[in-house]
Structure formats: C-alpha cells, structure tokens
C-alpha cells in the first residue's frame, strides 16, 4: 500500500475513533454538545492523534488504551482552534472553508464549547482510568498531556504569541520558545504518551520527546517557508500572510537560505534518533517525512 | 474553639496550600502567569477545597493525596469565574469588589488565563499519580473531577442558564437542572473526590454524593431568597438583581415560603443522611449548616 492511501486510513480511524467519544447531543446542555461536536468534525489533518497510535504502536503497543488519549490530544488541539479564532483573539470567521464555531453558535457558546472541549479531553483521557485501574502509566501519561498542553506547554506559547503582536520584531530566542511551546508542546505530548503507554523504557522516552520537539519546530518552520513560496491555490490560503502582519518568523529573522536549511536539519537529527532505535514504524518515518516535505 | 475561628483556619490553611501549587511568575509566559495567579488570590471563601479536605477527614483521611485535588477544584472554580466575567458572557468589570481579570488583563489574556487555569488544575491534580503511582482511588476522583467539571456538570449548567437569558420563565424542570449543574456539580465533585481518596466505600460514596447534591440545591435556593430579602449592605451587592434581570428563580417561580421550606427540606435530608455514618465530622456539619443559614 502507497502512503497516502495508507495515511487516508489512519484519518478514517481516527475519525471513526473520535466519533465513538463525541458526546451526544441531547439535555437541556444541547448547544454546547452541537457546537463542540461541529469544531471536531470540521476537519483537521488529526495529525496528533495519529502521532500518538503509530509511536505507540512503534514500541510495539497493541492495546486500546491508546484510544482516550489519542481522542484527549485532538479534542485539546480543538479547543486551541476554538478560542484562537474568538473575536478578542484573531477573530476569525472561518478556517479550513468552514465558518468558525463561534461565527455560528456566538461569542458565549464559542468560550463554552472551548472550555467544554478541553475539559472534555480529560474526562476522556480519564476512561483510561477505568480500561486500567491501578496502571501507573496512564497516570504518567496524564501528566504529560496536561503539562504539554498548558503554560508550560500550548497555552505559554500561545500567550507569548498574542503579546508579541505588533511588538516589533522578536528575539531569535523568543521565537523559538514560541514555536517550541505553541506548535511543538502537543507533538511532543502526542508521541511521548504513545511511547509511554506502550511501555518505552526511560532512554526511550526521552529519545522520542527529543525528537518530537525537532519535528515540531521544523514543522512551523517549514510554515514560515510555505507562506514565502507557495500559492492560494496551494495552500488554500493566501500567501505572504506573516509579512503583510509584520510577523517576525524563522524566514523573517535568517532569511530563506538558512530557514530552508535548519528545517532540514532538525528533519534530519529527529530521522537519526528515530533510526537508531532497535524498533522501526516505516509508517511514522514516512509521515514525519510528509510534514516537513510538504507542500500546503 | 468555636465555629468562626476554626473555619478562619482552614481558609488560611487553604490559601497556603494554593500558594504552594500557585505557578511562578516567570518566563515569556510571564503575563499569563500573573493572570492566573490574581485571579486565584483576588479573594473567595475557597469552599470547595474545604469541603473537599473535611469530606476526607470525615472518612479517616489524613495524608497529603488530597491536596492536589483541593488545590485542583479552586483552579477550576476560579477559572468558571474568570469565563463567567468576560464581555461576551456577564460583562462583570469588577468582582468581591475587585477588578475582574480580563478588565485587568485585557480580554485574550483574559481568555487564556482560564484556559490555562482549566488546564492547570488537571496538571495540579495529575501530580498525585507522582504522589501515589498505581493508586486507583486517584484515578476515579480525577475521572469523578472531570466529570462534574464538565459538560455533564459544571459546563454543561453554564450553557443552560447563558441560553435562558431573555427567554421568558424557566420551566422547573430547567431550573433545577441548572442548579444542579451549575452550582451543585463542583460542591458534588469536592465532596465524592474527598471521600474516594480517604478510601470510603461505594456506598458511603453514593450517600455523600447524594448529600452533596442537597446541599448545592439548597444553597443556590438560599441565594435566591437573599437576593429577595438581605439588603445591600449584609450581601455586599445589590438586592433585587434576580428582578430586574427578569430571571427566572426559585422563589419567582414558587414563592417565598415554599422556597425557604425547600432549602430547609433538602438540608434536613442531608444532614439526616450525614448523621446515619458511623462516622462523624462536627466541622464539616457545622460548615454545611452555615452555607445554608447564612445571610450573605
């Protein structure tokens, strides 16, 4: 089987898995069940949940244990997308074509359906708890999502972010700590709890979440590319966003040159690190490749 | 000792044990830090986390497991609050007097420090899987948490009663939900959490959440009586506010006298249930009474 096909099966189950933990929309609660469920289901490549099974599966996981919080990551990366688009953040009315979930259920509902999103992902994660009571793993691989996700994860990135607008140009150092907390946090949360809850050993685990962070931050580097170099009709958005904003980026701050070549770089040192594991998932391998060879 | 001066402290007992768990004000997430940490400190009864902490007393509970998870529902409480205030929900500029904090913060870091204070008290919470790795009671409290916390609880109450508004008369039935939900789920979750850690047996677990439930109802129906009768300056807000805001409350919908029989009633069954354990917590009645009769 080519990749694509092969990737187009992953999406379909985790589609397939998300839609098992959605919750119903019924009570007197009903709105925010709708619009929870309306932000999952408006698409999304469900990169994170796919990260989190094929790294599991790498250290040879084959249990369902994996399911709670493959579904968490995805309905925490909802919740991020929810409240980034919130008029007192970058007021967005519509992403991926779709119309924004507060653009369609309203200001208070949209703050509700992020709140409930992200409160959700726990109370899903915390079936695991039920799977497996006593297995100290999972307890482990909560705290990881929860720190991943939080200020010293997503949200610190995400505040780092808002305040630097219109701040003039960042520090080489701020931009990182951006990136690596804004973008790299929930990958490195989605492949370092596959790797725990499959039962890697310590050296393991801290192999992967090295290089989840350098596929991470290649990624949003090869963003910073992307919005140079691609069309509208490409990335299905258009292009020279960050300039028009006066956004400092990677391109920005070393030029395309040197941009090009340390997205390839951190490509690289996370490829050597995954290949001198005495486990292979060519499937992994060949989606990390994707993402930073992208061309949208 | 009497009453006033133990209650005093636990609250400082409380408040030490927030500030242990509170985050550090540093980092480029610096402000969201600061965000969360004046939303915690600007002041509460901190009821939950004692309520919590006297639940597990009760039961014979005397290690420090709880105190993450009492750190934990004052994160969540604060951040309900936080939500509650920005200008898309109640538009709250001040509150207890002080400025709330997306009017301190501006209105994103307002939105982000809720998040990050949601998604902290899990984070909080997850550190007694480190405390007591394999310990499956702090798996069910976290699962009982989150539950309450969310759209079966807590968030699910919010929704409700923000699509009420302007909608002419609640049903009873939509009332009590609301009640039950928005106010009663969280008292719920700190007395079920404290009761599962300190080891209490399924049935003392369902009769402490059915108490639990009681009491909530009750106290919410007590808010309504005082908004009715107490005057601006024993409440510290203004009186009357339920009326002019057209809400629909227990006392419009069945009268004064019927209301304070209800709060009474359901009282009285908690307090019945209480007093049937072969246990006993004279501090933990003492306080339920006090949320009950009080006049503020």
């Known amino acids: 089987m080519d990749f694509q096909t092969e990737l187009k099966g992953r ?7 998300l839609m098992r933990y ?7 609660q009903k709105t925010v069940l709708e619009a929870m469920n309306y932000s999952v289901l408006a698409g999304g490549k469900r990169l994170r949940p796919i990260l989190m099974t094929e790294t599991y599966r790498l250290f040879g996981g084959t249990g369902r244990i994996i399911e709670p919080f493959a579904a968490a990551i995805e309905l925490i990366h909802t919740y991020s ?10 007021n967005d009315e519509y992403r991926r074509g779709k119309k ?17 999103l992200l409160n959700y992902a726990y109370e899903t994660a915390a079936k695991a708890f039920i799977m497996e009571p ?5 307890g482990r691989a909560f705290g990881v999502l929860a720190n991943k996700a939080g200020i010293y994860g997503m949200v610190g990135g995400q505040t780092a972010d808002v305040e630097s607008e219109g701040a003039g140009t960042l520090s080489a150092d701020k ?6 907390m804004k973008t790299g946090a929930l990958i490195e949360a989605a492949m370092l709890t596959g790797a725990i809850l499959a039962g890697a050993g310590e050296a393991e685990q801290a192999l992967i979440e090295q290089a989840a962070g350098e596929i991470g931050m290649a990624f949003q580097i090869q963003d910073d590319i992307l919005d140079m170099t691609s069309t509208l009709e490409v990335l299905g958005k258009p292009i020279g966003s960050d300039q028009k904003n006066e ?11 040197q941009a090009k070549e340390k997205a390839g770089q951190l490509f690289g040192d996370a490829m ?23 061309e949208k």
């Open 134 to 138: 006593g297995n100290a793993d999972v």
């Open 100 to 116: 924004t979930t507060h653009a369609v259920y309203g200001e208070a509902v949209g703050i509700l359906a992020g709140d409930a």
């Open 22 to 28: 959605l919750p119903e929309e019924k009570g007197y």
């Open 272 to 294: 050597e690190r995954l290949n001198a594991l005495p486990v292979q998932n060519p499937f992994l391998s060949e989606l990390l490749r994707s993402l930073i060879h992208r």
């Open 247 to 257: 956004k400092t980026t990677y391109v920005s701050l070393f030029g395309m040159e």
């Open 81 to 90: 997308l929810v409240h980034d688009d919130l008029p007192a953040m970058d």
């Open 175 to 180: 931009l990182t700590f951006i990136y690596r």
């Open 11 to 17: 999406i379909a189950e985790t589609q397939e898995l």
